[in-house]
């Protein structure tokens, strides 16, 4: 007996179901990811053996770099609104809404009260050229680091009831007294537990 052929059918996937997910993928990593943040120090941190990541919230930065400035960055836009206005009454300096509404979005900075508003009313590409002088933190007359410190401290504790985490990066070119002035002003305020960020060192080739 002859064989039945049986007609050949061309398959086809439905890919609807497929490009769906795919694109609600991209959409959550999109909305989910935190844009780089550019630093105005230019930082080359220190290599280190170990490895140990820093939290990415309830943290303050202190960040040290281009001879000896200092610059500071603290999580949390809350956090940050809080700060600016005591720090704002602390000195006398009186923020519009706007003015908090883009601290509330500044990641790092490094200007004295007395340049910080005219610094917020810059254009993003403005603030790029912007070589900032860095926090004053002399520890005799006008520490203002050790305010910052202190009040994003105060803020974190009055809303979320924790104790606000403290990180210093340092660039491995600066001199260890800019350094040591920085640990000294953690110490007066008793914080004397923080971290510092390195890189990861490459092991050794056996």
Known sequence: MPRVKVARKSTAIDMTAMCDVAFLLL????LTAKPKVEDPTKAEVPASSKEQPVAEDNIAQVTIGGKDKVFYSVSGTDIRTETLDAMGEKYNVKFTPEEKAKFAITEVFGVPMSQLKSYLDMTADQKKT????????DTTNNNELSNWILTSRKAD?????????????????????????????????????FNLITSLRAAPKK
Not at 27 to 30: A, G
Not at 130 to 137: D, L, N
Not at 178 to 193: A, D, E, P, Y
């Open 157 to 193: 504790r009055a809303l979320h009831g924790k104790d606000l985490q403290i990180a210093i990066k340092g660039d491995r070119r600066e001199q260890y007294p800019i350094i040591n002035t920085v640990i000294g002003v953690l110490g007066k305020q008793k914080v004397f537990k």
């Open 130 to 137: 912007y070589q900032q002088p860095g926090i004053p933190v």
């Open 27 to 30: 959409t959550f990593f999109i």
